[in-house]
């Protein structure tokens, strides 16, 4: 039975490499056309630099070595070929690094595709736009004071609602692929998904950053389920903070970007007052909480550190209409051992949660060079800034053209629409208009140059996600990447 078994698991191994390498080759063949297909079009530059400096220099690198193996694979005695297989590192990192250019080289082909249509390339390079701006003043930063961020360079694709998120390490570094909402007239609330999936990018490549913000969090690592022992729930607060953080973080990050529009964005994407079950449950995934916590905890989170900037008022209304069209639940509904749920009461989460809020608002973190997050250049919105936001809000309702800071003016759409939702066309073109699409040199100047988004939906996160992703990059030597890993990490929103 042993034999049997090596035997198969030996001839898996053949065909997987068999596999990889076919592909890889193929692959190879088709960069000349791909490259030349993305010289031609229009803000294809950066693309096909990936290609040639990444994609093919990987290949180039590594498909021999697969090749190779193959052969004397084929050619060996199942010994001798068992005895490569498990002491030949180099044939493990060939077969991971060409899987991954296959993978790469996919999505890079599906994003030209993308752009072939000249409207949808403007709007996908004004999302780039948008996040490109988010991030630049804190690239500069950790630049200058040398944090081991690299330059970043947002890369954009149509996402249906709730399918936002963020692909870090499936493209080369400094490469992330935002899901962000496909339609802005319809998803400008959604939009403040943005400053949260660049939360996660600095919560993983911040260097140290993660570490220490687990550490003033003040909760202890703790995975797995509640348990039900004689009638009775058992376990601890560790075991939900413990899967939540990075998301709990994320947030801050976009309430401190963007102030009380994002947390009017979080409310809005969230609200279910239909079902509002639905905002209370903590899920599972694999034994361990679900990453996302339930969103009557989020909301209520983000408001009170929204208090702690200086915007008490706004932060009460918001949460106050949360409440009110959720009917004011006090318990949390979250997944226990062997399948079931329990609820729970919700304000022994609130509490310690904005405890450790407060700990992240007021900390120095070493990691981003002793200052506090909100002395970080670009990342509070000020009460002063918060100002300027209101009134560049007011000339998005009236159409009045201008050109300002990327968050401010996300901050100022989302802020516009909440208040005249029947101008969300209006808004949204003139939100487009006001941050210029990366490489792209049409002046903004008319609002007839930019045709409404077509109201398709879009396949393409579901399909390169199940695809390429899941099959393809998540089976790394080192087992499958968790979200703090240094290899593919897929958080949505």
Known sequence: AVIARVEAELQQARRSLREAARAGEATLASLDALERRLGEQRGGGRLAALVRDHVRASLSRHLQRLVDAVRELDS???AAAHRLLATDETLGEAHHAVRLAVAQAAVIDALRQLRDDREEALRLADAEAIAASLLRPVQHFAATHQLGLAEQHPLAVRADPGGEAIWLGLLPEGHPVLFVPADFERDLYRCASIPHELGHLLWRDVRGLDTEASALFGFQPHTG????????LVGSLDQLFTAWLPELWADAIAIHLLGPAAL????????????????????ARSGDYDEHPPAHIRVHLAGHLCWLMGFDQEAKTLVAGWDLAHGAPEKVIVAVEGGGYARIDAAPLLEPGKEALGRWHDAQFSALAGLRLCDVPGMEMSPGLWA??????????????????????????????????????????????????????????????????????????QEVREALVLREVLASPGGRARRHARGVAVTRR
């Open 225 to 232: 389920l509640f348990g039900v022992r004689d009638g009775r």
């Open 388 to 461: 300027r936001a209101l009134r560049r809000a007011d000339d998005l309702a009236h159409g009045v053209p201008f050109n300002d800071d990327g968050r401010l003016v996300l901050a100022a759409a989302i802020e516009a629409i909440a208040h005249n939702p029947d101008l969300a066309e209006v808004i949204a073109r003139g939100l487009r208009r006001a941050v210029l699409g990366r490489d792209m040199d049409e002046a903004r100047v008319a609002d007839a140059a930019y045709a409404g988004p077509q109201r398709k939906r879009s396949t393409f996160a």
């Open 76 to 78: 060996s005695p199942p």
């Open 264 to 283: 009017r964005g979080l409310a809005h994407s969230f609200a279910n007052p239909e079902n509002p079950q639905r905002v209370l449950v903590a899920g």
